[in-house]
Each structure stands twice: as C-alpha cells, then as structure tokens.
C-alpha cells in the first residue's frame, strides 16, 4: 500500500480493490482520513483515486451497478468515534464522489450486504458505549432509504453479510463491553428475524464478508488480544461453526479485507501492527482448485489401478482427488492418456472423463473413470479446468508412466542413418562386406527378450543366425531398446532376413519380425545359376532357376546333339532371386518339337562381362 492507515475499508470494483478511508489512531492527536488507495492486479501497482468528499473510517462499502457506495463511519478518532450518517457514490469512470441521500441514522462498524440489488446496513456502534439493532436498506435505483423489523439485539462492531438471500450476522457488541454470540437471520421473504444458532468462537470482524460457499461464509478476519492474528475463517450459518482456515504471514489488526470473485483472489490490506504502528503491509492469496492422489487402498501414491493388465480386456480405472475451498463443480474433469508405439512420438490415446465417485468438493471429492487400453506403451496425466485456472494444480497433473501392458512385443526399424526404413546398412557390396543389422525392440511392461537375432537366408535357404546384442544408451525396454549384430557375407547368392525375437508373452510382432530383401551382393565375379529344373506342363514347359545377382539372361533349348532349336529369352535383365520362364514347345521355325530328350541351358552374364551358365536336361512326350 501507499500509506498504512487502522479502520480502513476494502471493497473490489471492476477487477481493481478500492481501500477506502481509515484513522492514524485513537486519541485527540490522530485523524480520520479522505484517503482512497486503488490496487491495480493487472499492473501490480498502487495509485490514489479521488478523496472522499470527508474524512471516515470504518464505513460501509457495497458495490451494486458498477458503483462503489460508502456509508456512514467514524468522523472522529475518539475510540468507538463519533458516526457519520452520510452516504456517498464513487464513479470509476470520472473517478468521482457524489453524496447521495444519508443513511436515517448515524453508524460505524455495522454490516453491510447487498441482497436483490439493495444494500442493507444491519447495526453498528452509535454514540458510545451503545449499539443499535436497528437495519436500513438503500435501494440505489431510487436513492432511497426504508427500514425494516429492528433485530432481537444490539450489535456493535457487527460481523455478518448476506448468505443465501438473508442477512446473516454472526455475533457483535451488544454495548461496549458485551459480546453476544448468538446469530441472527434476516429473510426479506418472511421477512422475519430468526436466531438460528449460537456461533461457537469469535473471529476477526474488520476484514469483513469475502464470499459464501453452499454452506458456508467466508471472512477476512483481524484479531487483537494476547497475539495478533490474521486470518481467513470460515463460518457454517447453519450450526455456528468458525473454522480458522489459514493464516496471512503478517500479523495486524484493523485491516481490511476484500476478495475478487473473477480472478478468485482475497485481499488483505494496512493495519496497525502489536505495536500499534500502522502498516503498508498488503497480501493477496489465489483460491484454485488442487488436484491430490486419492489414498484409497491402490491410489496411495499415483491414479491408476491395477498396475498391469492384459490388452483390449483389463478394466484400468483412473482416481484422482479434488480440493476446493470455493467448491466450485470443475469445468471438465479428464484423465488424457498417450500412447508411444514402437519408434514413434507420444500421440493422443483416449481422453476418458471423470465423474465425481465419493466426498465433497470443500474437503476433497473423488473423481474416477474406467476405460481399456491397446498393446502399446501408456502414459496418463489429470486434466481439471475451472472458471479461473486451466490446469488445476498438483502432482496428479503431472505425467505418469503407466499401465503395464502384458502382452507380445514389438519390433520396428531403428530409423537411425542407414536405417530409415529397413533392417541392414549397407543395403549392398561385393562379398566380404560387413553388414550391419539393427532392430528397436518394445515392451509396454518393459520385459527383456529372450530370443534375440537375426537369421538370414540364402537362395531361400537358412544360411546364417546371429544372435543380437542391446546397445549401450540405445533406449529402453518400453519403449524402444535398441539392438545391433554385424556379419559378414562371403558368398553371392540371393539373401533375405528377418529378427527373430520373443519373451515370456510370446513372439515379437511389428514391421521387423517379417522377412525383408536384402542385402544385395554386388561386384563379386560370375553371377551364379542354381537350381535350374525344366518341366512339362499342359501349356508347354516350366523352367525354374535362381540368380546371386542381377544379370543379363538368355534361355536356350538344345536337341541331344547341342544344336539350338529354339531361343526363350535373349539378354533379357533379371534380378538377383528366383525366376520363372516358360517355353511354349515350339522350335525357332515356329513348328511344334517332336517328343524327345533335349537340352536347357541358362546363361547369366552381369556388368562386368563375367558369365555363368546351367545346363538341365528336358523329356517330352
């Protein structure tokens, strides 16, 4: 605050708290003060407003219509003070005061509460040592005043505010000297007066009323005696209950108290210290929603139960507590879950809603839902939002692992240089070549394999089975564990390969575990023809062979005597694998071929002019 000031009055307009008057002391040598100081929470800043038209303090503030209205107060420091009767108007759009009419009677320290758009000023402190239990009502639409049924009792430095359309005060003064600590109850239905309950202890009275709760009101209390104390109480109409719920670090009575119900803030403002000095002392407190884990038996230290479970069939339910003093009903209550695949980004899984399961949301309210989950691994977080606040606070709002999914593994392409999408680096060379072979493996219950190689085939043959290792650094068993094997090929032919690996759940599963060309001899000498087989068919003849290597290819059937009788391919391109070509049983004259023993040969010739041939023999009939 700019300067600290006792009796002082707080009330908020437009986002920004408005303190309002005060005194230097008590005493013939300290004054009342015009002094209106304005906290801007946007710019964290002080400024002064207009000054009251004259000096108060410990007046009563209402804000109806976008008007700030101060009535009555102390016009001189002498202890309880001499009251005013007065009544003003500030408006913050000319940042002006105008009087408006006076209140019928002169009053200070009396509760003011604003009920269907009336302000009702409810007791007081008159010329001490008396009270009254005398209640006005302001009607600002006429600039007019009426009173009502005078209360059961006086009460002095009164404590109270309006809680469910009625004019509650909690206790007072009855004199100087008399505290009564039964409640009264105004209901303008009746209207009627009721002493509904005696309140079970007293609490600061200057801070005043902040805000009410289903069953509850809340007020900014400031209390003197043996220890000063500033606190933030709760009080239940209904039974008397007063809560001290928690306590400002600065110690002070005669402050003032005011809370913003758009940004959920309370204000506490100036004071005098236990040393009767006046203080500039300003503290402001956020009220916003916690999150907590639950307790309950499997919810002691995170939201998720059970821990494991099978895929597409456990039921994993979700628990989570909420905490709100204001108990205000979350505007969505959501448990977001993610899911990682084998080598790929966190990505959106389900978004399962919470419904409120047990307790209440003052003390702590359970919320809780229910869902399935694939076979991946699983990540979870809790999502409360509320009117102030998109992301309710607390550990529950932080990410966590889980579940465990028990259930086969993966396999999928590292992805790394050399690897963007298959298993082996280089995809080719010339016999010798080392070749590299690598492979992610994931588990969502994060279990280590078993198995773990890659076998590789020759000419579609099992030619070799090496057995892979983890890599240092290389992941991890959830969500993707690296694993690597070098062999050296030092034949041509036609290779393939697959990973071959499993645990406890079974075989992996995933792009990997199938089995992939590759990789390709190159630049190794003659190309290899094997396997060359001729068979008779009813549309003529079947010829079957494998190729190491890319090559040129030409197909020739010859007679006994090994001269050419027909020709079924002519320096025809092939790949490297097994082939298929078919002869119709014609000679190269277009004629049929007698029935007979004949000859076929293959010749295979690469790049290079290397050439290799195969020679099978062919029975007709």
Known sequence: MLVGYEEIRAAVLDGKLYVVGGRTGEGPSNNCVTTVQVYDPGADQWSYAAPLPAARAAVGLAVVGGYLYCFGGIIEPYWWGVPSNSAYRYNPVGNSWSPMANMPIARSNFVTAVIDGKVYCMGGNVHWPNATNRTDVYDPSGDSWSTITNAPENRGDAVGGAFGGKLVVAYGLRDAYTTRMNALMYDPAGPSWSQPCTTQAQFGAEGGHLFNTSSAMWFGGFKSGAAYQTWLNRYDPATGAVTNVSQAPAARTAGAAAYDPATRTAYFAGGSDAGSNKVVTFEKAVFQGELSWAGTTGYETDGLDPETGEPNSTNFTFKVKYTDL????????RCIIQRKDCGGPWQGCVTLPLTIESGDIATGAIYSGTTQLPNTALKYTFRFKTTTVNRVPGDPSGWRQGPLLNARPHLCWYGGPGFGDDGVDPDSGPTGTSFQFEVLYADSAAN??????????????????????????????????RYEASVVIDQPGNYRYHFNFANASGTALGPASGWSPGPEITGSGSPMVTSLAAVPTNAGVQMTFSLSSSANVCATVLNVAGRPIATIVADQPLNAGLQTLLWDRRAQTGLPVPSGLYLVRVTARNADGSTCSALATLALR
């Not at 204001?326 to 209550?333: C, G, I, K, R």
Request: net charge negative; charged share 20%.
């Open 448 to 481: 280590v394999p078993t198995t773990h190689e890659v076998v590789i085939r020759r000419n579609g043959a099992v030619w070799h089975t090496e057995e892979m290792t983890p890599v240092f650094g290389g992941g991890n068993y959830r969500f993707g564990k």
């Open 326 to 333: 204001l108990e205000e009903v979350p505007q969505a209550a």
